[in-house]
C-alpha cells in the first residue's frame, strides 16, 4: 500500500465489490497508513423491490400455520370432556357447578364466546361461535380448566414433596405444618381449609385438594422455604 496507483486499485476493486450489496455504501480514499473509511446506510423495506427467500425450516412452519388456519375456519369441531358417574354438572346462567364425592366446585363460564352442552350427564362439550385464531387459543384451556375441576371433585388432585438434607423432617401440628429444614428454628406452614396435607416417613409431604391451582400454588409456596440448592440437592424437592 506504499504506492499510490495500488491504493487507488484497491479501491476501485472494493466498489466493484460492493455493488451487488442492497445498502447504500461510501467508501473514502486509503491513507497512508493503510487505514479506509467506509459506511454503510441499510435502505427501508419499502424503498427496495426484491424477494425473500425463506428457509426450509421456514417454509414449513409457513404451510403448517396456513394448515391449521384451514382446518379451524373451514371446519366446526367440538371439544369433550366425560364425566364420572359420581359426579353431578349443572349449568345455572354462566356459572358451571360440579359436586363429587369429594366436594364442590363453581367455574365461571364464558357464554359470549363459547356454547356449553351437557349430554345425559356423562359428556361435556364445547364448541365455540365463532372460530378464528382468537377462539382457537383459548378452546382448550376452556376445556382443560373444566376437565381438571371435574377431576378434583371425583378423585382430586394431589402434589408429592420430598425433603432431602441431613435433619430435614415434616410433621403436622394442629393446623399447620412444622418443617425442620436446616434453620436456627422451626417453619411453620399454616394449611389452608380446602387443602388436605399428609406426611409420610417424615420426608414425604403430600398435598390434595379439589382446585389444582390451589395444590399446585401451596406446593410452590412450601418448595419455596427452602430451594434446592444445585450441588448436593439439599432442599424440598
Known amino acids: 500500500l506504499l504506492s499510490y496507483g495500488y491504493r487507488r486499485l484497491v479501491e476501485r476493486r472494493l466498489k466493484e465489490k460492493c455493488r451487488s450489496d ?12 493503510g487505514l479506509l473509511e467506509m459506511t454503510r446506510q441499510r435502505l427501508r423495506e419499502g424503498s427496495i423491490n426484491w424477494e425473500t427467500i425463506l428457509s426450509l425450516e421456514s417454509f414449513a412452519q409457513k404451510i403448517i400455520k396456513k394448515i391449521e ?67 382457537k387459543r383459548i378452546w382448550g384451556l376452556n376445556r382443560s380448566l373444566i376437565n ?42 399454616k394449611i389452608p381449609k380446602d387443602i388436605k396435607i399428609i406426611v409420610e416417613k417424615q420426608t414425604i409431604i403430600k398435598i390434595n385438594g379439589v382446585d389444582k391451582e390451589l395444590v399446585s400454588k401451596i406446593a410452590a409456596d412450601i418448595k419455596s422455604l427452602k430451594p434446592v440448592e444445585p450441588y448436593k440437592a439439599k432442599g424440598i424437592k
Open 69 to 135: 388456519l384451514l382446518a379451524f375456519t373451514n371446519k366446526v369441531k367440538i371439544i369433550k370432556a366425560y364425566i364420572p358417574e359420581k359426579v353431578k354438572i349443572s349449568i345455572e346462567g354462566s356459572n358451571l357447578k360440579m359436586e363429587g364425592p369429594l366436594g364442590k366446585s363453581i367455574l365461571l363460564l364464558d357464554t359470549k364466546i363459547f356454547d356449553y352442552n351437557i349430554k345425559d350427564g356423562k359428556e361435556f362439550s364445547i364448541k365455540p361461535r365463532n372460530i378464528d385464531l382468537n377462539t
Open 148 to 189: 381438571n375441576a371435574i377431576i378434583g371433585v371425583s378423585t382430586g388432585h394431589e402434589k408429592i414433596l420430598e425433603l432431602n438434607g441431613v435433619g430435614f423432617r415434616a410433621n403436622i401440628k394442629g393446623d399447620s405444618l412444622n418443617l425442620q429444614i436446616g434453620f436456627s428454628h422451626d417453619v411453620n406452614f
Open 22 to 33: 442492497r445498502a447504500r455504501i461510501q467508501i473514502g480514499r486509503i491513507s497512508n497508513f
